[in-house]
C-alpha cells in the first residue's frame, strides 16, 4: 500500500502563498499519478490538480494560473504551490494516488484576513 504524509498548510492572508507538499511511501514499483483534491465544509470533495510521473498536468478551472503541481519522482512527492490565495480556497487539501486509491490525511489551509 501507498502512504501519504501531508504538510504546508496553515493560514495566510489573501493575495498570499503556500506550497503544499505530500511525501508518499510504500510498496508500489511507480507511482504514475499524484494529484491534489480539496473539500470546504458543506461541499464536494473537488478534483484540484495532478500530475504523471512523465510531467503531464492538468488543473481544475477554479485554480489555474494560480496554483502549480510538481513532484520530485526520486523522492515520489508532489507539491502544490499556490499563489494568490483567495478565502474561497479555504479547505482542506489532500494529494490522492489513484492507482491505489489513497488518500493523505488532509492539510487546512484557512485564507482570511
Known amino acids: 500500500q501507498v502512504q501519504l504524509v501531508e504538510s504546508g498548510g496553515g493560514l495566510v492572508q489573501p493575495g498570499g502563498s503556500l506550497r503544499l507538499s505530500c511525501a508518499a511511501s510504500?510498496?508500489?514499483?511507480?507511482?504514475?499519478?499524484m494529484g491534489w483534491y480539496r473539500q470546504a465544509p458543506g461541499k464536494e470533495r473537488e478534483f484540484i490538480a495532478f500530475?504523471?510521473?512523465?510531467?503531464?498536468?492538468n488543473y481544475a478551472d477554479s485554480v489555474k494560473g494560480r496554483f502549480t503541481i510538481s513532484r520530485d519522482n526520486a523522492k515520489n512527492t508532489v507539491y502544490l504551490q499556490m499563489n494568490s490565495l483567495k478565502p474561497e480556497d479555504t479547505a482542506v487539501y489532500y494529494c490522492?494516488?489513484?492507482?491505489?486509491?489513497?488518500w493523505g490525511q488532509g492539510t487546512q489551509v484557512t485564507v482570511s484576513s
Open positions: 490522492n494516488v489513484p492507482q491505489t486509491g489513497s
Open positions: 510504500g510498496s508500489i514499483f511507480r507511482i504514475n499519478v
Open positions: 500530475i504523471t510521473s512523465a510531467g503531464s498536468t
